[in-house]
């Protein structure tokens, strides 16, 4: 009998993908396994906020000397007849738009390393930080094991800061969520541990990430004022004043991003999620709540800030 060549099966997995639209998980960084496997913390060798990573740009020679960096023209880069412009700048008639890179040509806007490194992360992968998520009917809560009053502020705090940086889940949920339980039901431990949050807070700023700027931002906000009207009466705010150096130069930097849209429509602003407009009102906040030196060292550091406080 004739041999017949065996019917051709798609496999399994291409075939779900096509009766189910299935979505490839999506990873931000690729030393994270399974959710049963741990990072290794061994192969991350980058630095958050680190600039070394970034493309180093050509020295210009004229803006340091009386010398002008020139190239030897090929017989074919010499003008023609009639290829002038008759006077009108010839130079510049039909020439393209010189091409700006962002992360060149304006390297303060560019985003920094975020690599996979957090304090957060490897206590969780340990065991280590008494939470969980608690995936409820209609969105998902942190599930304390122990109770937040009885936690050690000094040593749990920096740890859940240092993990607002984090993208990828569960670790962004638990960190941000976790921080803003902690921030709520024990306000009054929070003042002596503030020396210990400014460096999680700059670390996280320097990414220079747009995500992690706005999740900061909105931290920073509830942090100022979660012992409004309390016995402490904003001392926090005035406890953040000397340490504005490590954390408003960023936000100089990014004040200014703001979106000209004419009669549209940012939706971002339904969740705060517009930076320049997030950091103007952060600034407020700590000028609010900081006393009477918090907007002469605003001032310092970000000269476009106008007060809302003097008259």
């Keep these: 009998p004739a041999s017949s060549s065996p019917p051709t099966t798609m496999p399994a997995k291409a075939a779900a993908k096509q009766d189910i639209r299935m979505r490839e998980p999506h990873l931000v960084n690729s030393e994270t396994g399974s959710c ?7 192969l991350i060798k980058g630095r958050p906020g680190g600039h070394e990573t970034l493309p180093v740009k050509d020295v210009d020679v004229s803006a340091f000397s009386l010398s002008r960096k020139t190239t030897k023209k090929t017989p074919g880069g010499f003008m ?34 975020n690599p996979p490194n957090t304090e957060f992360r490897r206590f969780y992968e340990r065991g ?30 920096p740890i859940f800061f240092d993990g607002l940086r984090e993208l990828e889940e569960p670790y962004c949920f638990l960190a941000t969520q976790g921080v803003y339980d902690m921030l709520q039901t024990g306000s009054s431990k929070v003042l002596p541990v503030i020396p210990q949050l400014i460096i999680p807070i700059k670390t ?49 930097i990014f004040i200014r991003q703001t979106e000209n849209l004419g009669d549209g ?9 517009h930076l320049g407009e997030l950091i103007m009102e952060t600034l407020e906040h700590f000028e609010i709540n900081g006393g009477e030196d918090a907007f002469i060292n605003i001032k ?3 000269p476009t800030y106008q007060s809302v406080v003097l008259s």
Excluded: M
Aim: glycine share 10%.
């Design 36 to 42: 049963f496997d741990a990072t290794d913390f061994e």
């Design 128 to 157: 280590d930080l008494p939470v969980q998520v608690d995936h409820g009917g209609v969105h998902n809560r942190i599930a304390w094991k122990v109770g937040i009053e009885k936690l050690d502020f000094h040593h749990y705090l």
């Design 204 to 252: 996280a700023l320097n990414t220079r990430q747009r995500k992690v700027i706005v999740k900061v931002l909105k931290v920073l906000q509830a942090l100022v004022t979660c012992d409004s009207g309390a016995e402490g009466e904003n001392l926090i705010g005035q406890a953040l004043v000397p340490y504005y150096r490590q954390i408003l130069p960023v936000l100089n």
């Design 80 to 113: 023609k007849k009639g290829a002038g412009g008759g006077g009108w700048g010839s130079d510049t008639i039909g020439a393209a738009p010189k091409k700006t890179s962002k992360i060149k040509d304006y390297q303060a806007f560019a985003e920094r390393p």
């Design 300 to 302: 310092y550091l970000v």
């Design 265 to 273: 429509i940012d939706y971002g602003q339904q969740k705060k999620e």
